[in-house]
């Protein structure tokens, strides 16, 4: 028998992340099953102990627990679908990339099949499995996610549930590389515009770190505790004035004949939100304009503010 520290898994893809979360269980010592579309893929997983499943059904069917990551949801439930009856009682860990929408979708597609499902999105590259930081989202079933997260940990240490809506992963997920991708759009962007005026991007660089750590970073939990209660202060720098910095910032990037789409779009918002009457408010304001673009209450907003 089988404890629960090293209870059986199964993998399905065999991708860089499917393969690397397959090592990772593998290394934490719990039995793993895998099948792949192309069976060459599991060759090097074999030699560290895997089992090979001839067919989705077999791996299935080799314990309780079904990690799957492929390409799409879509290709997911294809390959899941495939198993048939197997499915009945299963617990299948969906870590393929898609859209809440999709997710949700999934999680109503697996009850229909018998099969008790979590929906993940992975913040990590395959290098990142099975450390004890990183990070994978899960949504769905609180009992399947607490029955399992034991042996979750093998492929992260720092996983998090986020409730009971199969969708929240995916859309932490995509909100976070949002982030990421916007922060980095923005130091590219400033790294042109001093580059332009023949300033070295290694010169720049340390004024940019003391930037973020101590102007920026500190202001995060500060605009996330205003959007929370819908009220912005201005903190000295109504957003009336960072009007007249975002026209400087624009006029600065057309002279260094620099991209100026980035301060565009940051003065086309700032100026939405002063006609709606926030010209006396704090940039956090502009988050009435990137959440209601036209104005009006979106259909699954809990709250209708101004």
Known sequence: MTSENHAPVSVIGLGSMGSALA???LDAGHPTTVWNRSPGKADKLLASGATRAATVAEAVSAGDLIVI???????????VGSAGDALDGRVIVNLTSGTPEEARETATWAAGRGVRYLDGAIMAVPDMIGGADTLIFYGGSKAVCAAHASVLTA???GGAYLGEDAGLPSLYDVALLGLMWTTWAGLLHS????GAGGVPASAFLPYAQAWFEHVIGPEIPVIAGQVDQGVYPDADSALGMQAIAIEHLLDASRAQQVDAGLPQFLKDRTEQAIR?????????SLFEVLRRPSGECPERAEVCRN
């Open 155 to 157: 492929i992260a240490g």
């Open 191 to 194: 790294l042109a515009l001093v």
């Open 276 to 284: 709606r009457g926030h010209a006396g408010d704090g940039f956090g």
């Open 23 to 25: 090592q990772a269980f």
């Open 69 to 79: 990551c492929v390409l799409d949801y879509q290709a997911m439930r294809e390959i």
